[in-house]
């Protein structure tokens, strides 16, 4: 299995036919196995191809996808977040609305959870001022948000006053 991850790893940085291939036939391989997949969900989070974003919001509809099961939210959600930063900060915001949209949705039913995907976004101050702004501008919708639980809250509003 060690193996077959590298090699999806180094098909990804060519990707076309030949990696999707791969992806297949490793799922199929290995789909009764939860720990594998959530690699497998965690690989594809790391694409570094422009159509990354769309992949993982194609896969956020997969059968194995399941947004109630913290380590696969973490596995595909917070790898993307917190590991493609090149496709995470695309300049649109796209990253940080898509972020900004699982935690609202998490956060209805796993507040610690969704709290813990916020990291990313918490660290707007470092970035260019236009990549800031709208990093800040997530953390203020989700602020924003009527019946936002204490954990999110607390840690979306401390990023927002920390200036």
């Known amino acids: 299995m060690t193996d077959a991850m590298g ?5 990804m940085s060519i990707g076309g036919e030949a990696f999707e291939n791969a992806l297949a036939d490793f799922y199929e391989r290995w789909k009764s196995e939860p720990l594998v997949i959530d690699k497998w969900f965690a690989l594809q989070a790391r ?44 300049p649109s915001g796209a990253g940080y609305t898509f972020l900004a949209d699982q935690i609202l949705a998490v956060d209805a039913f796993n507040p610690m959870t969704a709290a813990r995907l916020l990291e990313p976004l918490g660290g707007w101050r470092r970035y260019r001022p236009e990549l800031g702004a709208r ?17 999110v809250y607390e840690l979306a509003s401390r990023a927002l006053a920390d200036d």
Do not use: C, W, Y
């Open 135 to 151: 990093m800040r501008g997530e953390l203020e919708r989700i602020v924003a948000r009527e019946g936002l639980s204490k954990n």
């Open 7 to 11: 090699g999806l790893s180094a098909l």
């Open 47 to 90: 694409d570094p191809s422009e159509g990354a974003l769309g992949r993982v919001l194609g896969l956020t509809a997969h059968p194995a996808f399941d947004q109630k099961n913290p380590n696969r939210l973490r596995a595909l959600v917070g790898t993307f977040a917190a590991g493609n930063p090149a496709r995470f900060h695309d």
